[in-house]
T-cell receptor, first 114, second 115 residues
Framework: KNQVEQSPQSLIILEGKNCTLQ??????????LRWYKQDTGRGPVSLTI?????NTKSNGRYTATLDADTKQSSLHITASQLSDSASYIC?????????????FGTGTRLTVIP | EPEVTQTPSHQVTQMGQEVILRCVPI?????FYWYRQILGQKVEFLVS????????KSEIFDDQFSVERPDGSNFTLKIRSTKLEDSAMYFC?????????????FGEGSRLTVL
């Protein structure tokens, strides 16, 4: 069964600290893995897209890693800012014909406090 | 930067009423989608639309739902007779490429509250 699991469910950190969010998936056949940031009441915004051959990808203070063998990904946030408070959603694409090929995780709710 | 825009941002309606949610996808995109997110739950696929017809739909997308691209820019989701369980955020998305390779751009969402 194609599933995407994220942990932790929620996280509170102090401003300036680093944190790492985890994503495990059982999606097959794998196409790519995406991390989205979703501010409360807003639409998801893409942070990174990683294909099978990419182990790490950075976007500013966000660094995503992918281990396709263990089917795990992480999103590392460096020097957190108050504006990083949001839900971070891991989305895995499967290689198949058609449009409904994205599997969404439930997200990690990050709160950055001063 | 081009973006997907949605209206209304929030709609409150009585159970049984019809609702139309509107979306303007990114102008050169060809693939359009509706997703929904019930509060506290994951984003769920509803329907995809390409070349003026539905290309795929989920089990959620029953006869109460319909989509339309009435002109060259708008993409609408209609719920004919709303139920309490239709209360959710509805996200429109568009991409220039179909399927797994395509980066998906989401709108800000329309919050539907059914009373």
């Amino acid at each position: 069964k194609n599933q995407v699991e994220q942990s932790p469910q929620s996280l509170i950190i102090l401003e300036g600290k680093n944190c790492t969010l985890q994503c495990n998936y059982t999606v097959s056949p794998f196409s790519n893995l995406r991390w989205y940031k979703q501010d409360t009441g807003r639409g998801p915004v893409s942070l990174t897209i990683m294909t099978f051959s990419e182990n790490t990808k950075s976007n500013g203070r966000y660094t995503a890693t992918l281990d396709a063998d263990t089917k795990q990904s992480s999103l590392h946030i460096t020097a957190s800012q108050l504006s990083d408070s949001a839900s971070y959603i891991c989305v895995v694409s499967v290689k198949r014909a058609g449009a409904n090929n994205l599997f969404f995780g439930t997200g990690t709710r990050l709160t950055v406090i001063p | 930067e081009p973006e997907v825009t949605q209206t209304p941002s929030h709609q409150v309606t009585q159970m049984g009423q019809e609702v139309i949610l509107r979306c303007v996808p990114i102008s050169n995109h060809l693939y359009f989608y509706w997703y929904r997110q019930i509060l506290g739950q994951k984003v769920e696929f509803l329907v995809s639309f390409y070349n003026n017809e539905i290309s795929e739909k989920s089990e959620i997308f029953d006869d109460q739902f319909s989509v339309e691209r009435p002109d060259g820019s708008n993409f609408t989701l209609k719920i004919r007779s709303t139920k309490l369980e239709d209360s959710a955020m509805y996200f429109c998305a568009s991409s220039g490429v179909q399927g797994a390779a395509g980066e998906l751009f989401f709108g800000e969402g329309s919050r539907l509250t059914v009373l």
